[in-house]
């Protein structure tokens, strides 16, 4: 199939891809548990040991981390997209993002939440002066 017979996808619109990342955040906390809250608790607990916060904070990260760019260079969607028929794909060819890609991607989207975040802390801990 040469290049003008590849098939262009539709973009999808805002409230899909809401739903699509509510879908991948309530997968993802599910997730994070099994693989870090449950092991740090049972470290705690068992052992009593503590790991420190930064290594907690890098572990959560590398299973996000894991979790998005494995899915999106392995097969072009998350869990959170697939119900809705979202796919994530290289513009010129149509294939899965390559590996850099997703990171970078990746990258971005870790960005995005940051900004988030800090604007929602903003809000919640601002004084208004009243």
């Known amino acids: 199939m040469g290049q003008s017979e590849r098939q262009q996808g539709v973009r999808a619109g805002i409230i899909v891809r809401f739903f699509a990342s509510a879908y991948d955040l309530t997968i993802l906390f599910g997730v994070t ?4 809250g449950i092991p740090i608790t049972i470290s705690i607990e068992m052992f009593g040991l503590t790991p420190p916060k930064w290594l907690q904070g890098l572990l959560f990260l590398t299973v996000i981390f894991a979790y998005f760019v494995g899915f999106w260079a392995k097969g072009g969607a998350t869990t959170g997209m697939r119900p809705w028929k979202l796919r994530l794909a290289m513009l010129e060819t149509g294939d899965p993002l390559s590996w ?13 939440w940051l900004a988030l975040g800090m604007t929602l802390w903003y809000i919640v801990t601002r004084d208004t002066g009243h």
């Open 33 to 36: 548990m099994l693989m870090v």
């Open 100 to 112: 850099f890609t997703a990171c970078v991607r990746f990258a971005g989207l870790m960005t995005t």
